[in-house]
Structure formats: structure tokens, C-alpha cells
């Protein structure tokens, strides 16, 4: 395999230096980038240690987190910096601590918050916070959910095993006119399987054939594998039938 060496130049583009296979020997004090292929400029944006938003997502203190943020007006965009890391990990103590901060400044909630807040709970698998917290924003006329939103609360509830509560947040998100994304919909019909709720599975396809979502012959594929494996020829053969209709390569 061969890759290129490249130098950052003071004029923050890399250009190439080299052209070598592997292993490729590095000089001291000089700062190299590899890129495979063709030669390229990119535009290199130093690190500053010292900007606010840097410190926010990667403190982990509380005090120090709304320290930054009062510094800097306690603008909305600094809050969601600090809430960035504990979506990730599911510090659900450091989350409630900024979101109530945000509250006693009167700053408002946007969608942005509850996904940033809905994550870090559904990282703890906490659904029924999580469904609250939902339920809340739909409440608020000043915020609607979005595909996002839609995406966590199904991914969480099929991993909880709770596939009655998946299904209902898919059809409601297609009422809503938002349609999510693939995995979403292979989720929900991979809990109704597990649940031999074939049934509920078929209807996962319908929904996704009424929003015209990309990657339906995956979604087919679980049903077909599902019947496959309680020996349902029949019904085998009615959504291979199906899918030849609807244009799908059936191998």
C-alpha cells in the first residue's frame, strides 16, 4: 500500500512531501498528516486550548462548567457544549445539574436540549424518563420533535424490549410528517420479531412504503428470514411475490 507524507506549511495547507510504502520514516520537529490517494490542500485549524467551548465538552466538574458558561452570558450554545460529553456517557447527575441551571437563567429550551437531554438518559436506558420528556416537548408549542428525537426514543425502546411502545413512536412520527432514518425502522421490526409479532413487523414495512424509505429489501429480508425460521413457506413466497412487485431484486 502506498500513501503520501504530507507537511503542514505555515500557510495552515498541507502539501505533499513524499511518496512511499509503509514503513514511512518521519524527521523530528516537523508535523505530518497522511493521506491516501490523490494529493490534496486541506486547511488545518489549530486547537485552542483555551477557547470556552473546548473546556465545556471535555470538562467533567459541574462548578466548572457553569463557571465557563457565566463568563460567557449563559448563552444557549454554551450550555448545549457542556451537555455535548454527558449525552454521550449518560451522566445523568452533570445533565440535570446544566438543564436546571438553564431553567433558573430563563434560558429556553429548544429542540437541540431535549435531544442533547433525551440521550443522556437513553444511554442509561432510562425510557420512561425519556418518554416524559417527550411527552413534554410535544406539550410546548414553542418546540416540535424532530427525526432525531423520533430516532433515540425507538432505538431506546427496542433495546428495552418494549415493542408495542416502538411501533406506536414510528407510526407517530410518520403522523407527524417526519420520517426517520433506516435504522430506526430495522430496530422497530427487529423487536417486533424477537416478540413474534409478525404482524407488527409487516406493518414496519408498511410504514416505510408509505414515507418511500430507501433500503426496504433489508427490511423484507428480516420478515422473510423470521418466517423462514418457523417454516412459513407460504408466507414466504406472498413477500417474495411482494417484493418483485414493488421492483425489488429477489436473488
Same mark, same amino acid.
Given at each position: 500500500?502506498?500513501?503520501?507524507?504530507?507537511?503542514?506549511?505555515? &500557510?495552515?495547507?498541507?502539501?505533499?512531501?513524499?511518496?512511499?510504502?509503509?514503513?514511512?520514516?518521519?524527521?523530528?520537529?516537523?508535523?505530518?498528516?497522511?493521506?491516501?490517494?490523490?494529493?490534496?490542500?486541506?486547511?488545518?485549524?489549530?486547537?485552542?486550548?483555551?477557547?470556552?467551548?473546548?473546556?465545556?465538552?471535555?470538562?467533567?466538574?459541574?462548578?466548572?462548567?457553569?463557571?465557563?458558561?457565566?463568563?460567557?452570558?449563559?448563552?444557549?450554545?454554551?450550555?448545549?457544549?457542556?451537555?455535548?460529553?454527558?449525552?454521550?456517557?449518560?451522566?445523568?447527575?452533570?445533565?440535570?445539574?446544566?438543564?436546571?441551571?438553564?431553567?433558573?437563567? &430563563?434560558?429556553?429550551?429548544?429542540?437541540?436540549?431535549?435531544?442533547?437531554?433525551?440521550?443522556?438518559?437513553?444511554?442509561?436506558?432510562?425510557?420512561?424518563?425519556?418518554?416524559?420528556?417527550?411527552?413534554?416537548?410535544?406539550?410546548?408549542?414553542?418546540?416540535?420533535?424532530?427525526?432525531?428525537?423520533?430516532?433515540?426514543?425507538?432505538?431506546?425502546?427496542?433495546?428495552?424490549?418494549?415493542?408495542?411502545?416502538?411501533?406506536?413512536?414510528?407510526?407517530?412520527?410518520?403522523?407527524?410528517?417526519?420520517?426517520?432514518?433506516?435504522?430506526?425502522?430495522?430496530?422497530?421490526?427487529?423487536?417486533?420479531?424477537?416478540?413474534?409479532?409478525?404482524?407488527?413487523?409487516?406493518?414496519?414495512?408498511?410504514?416505510?412504503?408509505?414515507?418511500?424509505?430507501?433500503?426496504?429489501?433489508?427490511?423484507?429480508?428480516?420478515?422473510?428470514?423470521?418466517?423462514?425460521?418457523?417454516?412459513?413457506?407460504?408466507?414466504?413466497?406472498?413477500?417474495?411475490?411482494?417484493?418483485?412487485?414493488?421492483?425489488?431484486?429477489?436473488?
Amino acid at each position: 500500500m502506498f500513501v503520501r507524507a504530507a507537511r503542514v506549511c505555515g &500557510s495552515g495547507r498541507v502539501r505533499t512531501v513524499l511518496r512511499s510504502s509503509y514503513p514511512v520514516q518521519i524527521l523530528p520537529t516537523t508535523h505530518y498528516r497522511f493521506v491516501q490517494g490523490r494529493a490534496t490542500e486541506i486547511k488545518i485549524k489549530p486547537i485552542n486550548e483555551n477557547d470556552s467551548f473546548f473546556k465545556l465538552k471535555n470538562t467533567q466538574s459541574v462548578s466548572e462548567a457553569l463557571k465557563i458558561i457565566a463568563e460567557n452570558d449563559n448563552k444557549r450554545d454554551y450550555y448545549h457544549a457542556a451537555l455535548i460529553n454527558a449525552s454521550r456517557v449518560g451522566n445523568i447527575d452533570f445533565a440535570s445539574a446544566v438543564t436546571k441551571d438553564m431553567k433558573k437563567n &430563563s434560558v429556553q429550551w429548544n429542540e437541540k436540549t431535549f435531544d442533547l437531554l433525551m440521550k443522556a438518559h437513553a444511554k442509561r436506558l432510562d425510557f420512561q424518563t425519556t418518554s416524559t420528556l417527550l411527552h413534554k416537548m410535544k406539550k410546548n408549542a414553542e418546540v416540535k420533535p424532530d427525526a432525531q428525537i423520533y430516532e433515540t426514543v425507538i432505538h431506546l425502546h427496542s433495546k428495552v424490549n418494549k415493542a408495542k411502545e416502538t411501533l406506536a413512536f414510528l407510526r407517530e412520527s410518520i403522523d407527524s410528517g417526519i420520517t426517520c432514518d433506516y435504522k430506526a425502522f430495522l430496530a422497530a421490526i427487529k423487536v417486533q420479531i424477537a416478540n413474534n409479532k409478525l404482524d407488527n413487523a409487516y406493518e414496519v414495512i408498511s410504514l416505510a412504503k408509505q414515507c418511500k424509505l430507501e433500503g426496504l429489501k433489508h427490511l423484507y429480508d428480516e420478515l422473510v428470514q423470521a418466517y423462514a425460521c418457523r417454516e412459513d413457506i407460504p408466507q414466504i413466497r406472498v413477500l417474495i411475490d411482494e417484493m418483485q412487485e414493488n421492483g425489488i431484486f429477489v436473488r
